[in-house]
């Protein structure tokens, strides 16, 4: 006897009305629930998004003409070859180290609070911990470079400071110094560097913290009692334990970083990140098949550090 | 049972160093919202007035973003609630073929930097003519919110255990009353996270709107104008602050409320 049949005879009636006939149809048939219980989200991401990517990709296969400006329909690599030009080239090269340099200097100054606020704070201090985190992690992106452009600016707070410190000179040494250097912080990429690492600081220091919260206290007690300093338990036990929290840290900080387009607009010199051209060839270039294929370039660089990423165990982490 | 050692000097001071890092440029944000200087961004300020509350208070455009970013931050989190978990109760309800794709297909379009799927969607709206409208917003938005609400429906499914679904089938609950007594009451505290968490993604989402809104302006795209091209100072100050605030409640609130149990505010990623 089938499992059907039993429990349509022996063990209850079927249910009445429309909608206990309903239930029992579903009961009988779960995979037909499951599939009318996905089909909304699939649709719609499957449709919208999935499908909007794929258009994209199709059109950085196609080129645009470069006397008559217009998008020629069909399939060449030869928008992709235009990526390799000196000056998109340089465009990408930017981005990455800028994504490099903000990802070390995140990880270096989150090291610190993710530790402190794992291990040791307690009561009040955890509190504080808590909030120094969440607040800045949840306030509004755009207010956030909002500050930093009150900061930054020449009147603003940081020119005070070192001015009351006598500590002018320092600054404009540091500003005269190429690439880094500008005419004031808001116009510099050290600018730029500064709100990179404030906007994305949070999104280090939760799984470094979540992985130092992990390592058991034992193992620490046991180094020390073999006789290890500080400074041994520290890079022996602690910080290899903590590094899949650190590289999961690094895939938010690196990711973000490549995709960002606002900060550098907003603080930051005339040179463009892969955001920003992407940007401007979709909009004022109307160059829509460079764009797509500058889209690309963070999805390959994605991929690749995440495969890396996953080899860490850093998906653990998160 | 943890005995607590202390941290060593530069170790403290270095944490207390980062957090004042992070805290300062909030707290400035308060501070200008009542400075009386009106051209510059001038520390420290020369005075301080509650003026400029009533001139922002007073402001068309900034109403007329702030309500339109509400109405696409509620329709597209109400749209993600949906969504997000009929397809969180199947994913931990089931296996089937192609569960691990739905997951990675969910997460995708927050894994993905968001001009990625700003300009994936604008050139399909291009592509199909569609005219960019308060609809299109919306389509965007939706998108990414799915995630966040499914991430919190998915978490709480799978603490749920399975003996009371079966219990409530064996004493003859339909599936509707199962889901109505059991699985709602359940998984409700983890929707409403959820759909907190959507809701404030949408209010503040600045890089997908950009390429999927016409002339409308939300409050992030009216605040990126300002960025870009300031025309009076003093406000934008009031608008940032107010937009803290607001953002911070629900974030105290939270904290709040888990103070003591386990803190399941987290829910990170953009």
Avoid at chain 1, 151 to 168: P, S
Avoid at chain 1, 199 to 222: C, F, G, K
Avoid at chain 2, 202 to 218: K, P, R
Wanted: overall charge positive; glycine content about 6%; some cysteine.
């Amino acid at each position: 006897m089938s499992v059907e049949a039993l429990t349509a005879s022996a063990i209850l009636p079927n249910r009445r009305g429309t909608l206990g006939a309903l239930s029992d149809y579903f009961w009988r048939r779960p995979k037909l629930l499951v599939f009318l219980l996905v089909a909304p989200a699939l649709l719609w991401l499957g449709i919208v998004y999935v499908g909007s990517l794929i258009a994209l990709l199709l059109q950085s296969f196609y080129s645009l003409d470069d006397f008559s400006g217009v998008i020629v329909e069909e399939f060449t690599l030869k928008t992709y070859g235009e990526l390799f030009k000196a000056q998109n080239l340089d465009i990408i090269v930017r981005t990455v180290s800028m994504a490099a340099i903000v990802t070390l200097a995140s990880a270096i100054v989150a090291f610190p609070i993710a530790y402190v606020a794992a291990r040791y704070a307690r009561g009040k201090w955890k509190a504080l911990f808590y909030l120094g985190v969440m607040l800045p992690l949840w306030a509004s992106y755009l207010v956030k470079i909002y500050a930093w452009k009150l900061i930054l600016a020449k009147e603003g707070i940081l020119n005070w400071v070192f001015e009351q410190l006598h500590l002018t000179w320092l600054l404009d040494a540091y500003l005269s110094l190429p690439i880094i250097g500008g005419n004031s912080l808001s116009v510099s990429f050290t600018g730029t560097f500064l709100v990179f690492l404030y906007i994305w600081l949070p999104y280090m220091i939760l799984p470094i913290q979540a992985s130092v919260e992990r390592v058991p206290t034992n193992l620490l007690d046991a180094a020390s009692d073999l006789g290890a300093t500080p400074m041994q338990t520290f890079w022996k036990v602690i910080f290899p334990l903590a590094l899949p929290g650190i590289v999961a840290g690094s895939i938010f900080t690196f990711s973000l970083t490549l995709g960002d387009y606002i900060i550098p607009q907003i603080v930051g010199t005339s040179r463009l990140f892969i955001g920003q051209a992407v940007y401007v060839q979709q909009g004022t270039a109307g160059n829509i098949p460079l764009a797509a294929a500058f889209t690309v370039v963070p999805i390959i660089i994605m991929g690749l550090y995440l495969w890396m990423a996953k080899r860490m165990g850093a998906f653990d982490a998160l | 049972m943890r005995n607590t050692p202390r941290a060593s000097w530069p170790l403290k001071l270095a944490a207390a160093a980062g957090l004042v890092f992070m805290l300062a440029p909030l707290a400035l944000i308060f501070l200008y919202a009542f400075s009386t200087e009106e051209k510059t961004y001038q520390w420290p300020p020369p005075g301080l007035t509650l003026e400029w509350l009533a001139v922002a208070w007073q402001r068309p455009d900034v109403w007329k973003a702030l309500t339109l970013s509400v109405q696409v931050a509620t329709i597209s989190t109400a749209i993600a609630l949906v969504l997000g978990t009929l397809c969180a109760a199947a994913v931990s309800g089931s296996r089937f073929f192609g569960r691990e794709t739905i997951s990675l297909l969910v997460i995708l379009p927050i894994a993905l930097p968001g001009i990625i799927t700003g300009i994936a969607l604008r050139s399909a709206f291009s592509l199909m003519e569609i005219p960019f409208s308060f609809w299109t917003i919306v389509l965007g938005h939706a998108t990414f919110c799915i995630v966040v609400v499914y991430n919190n429906a998915v978490a709480r499914l799978r603490r749920t255990s399975g003996s009371m679904i079966e219990a409530a089938m064996d004493l003859g609950a339909d599936k509707l009353q199962t889901f109505r007594h059991i699985i709602l009451p359940n998984i409700a505290t983890a929707l409403l996270a959820g759909g907190m968490l959507a809701f404030a993604l949408s209010f503040d989402e600045v890089i997908v709107t950009t390429f999927t809104a016409g002339q409308q302006q939300t409050l992030p795209l009216w605040m990126l104008e300002e960025l870009i091209r300031p025309r009076q100072r003093p406000v934008t100050n009031v608008v940032a602050m107010v937009v803290v605030v607001v953002t911070l409640l629900p974030i105290l609130a939270a904290f709040y409320l888990s103070r003591g149990g386990e803190q399941s505010v987290a829910g990170m990623g953009k």
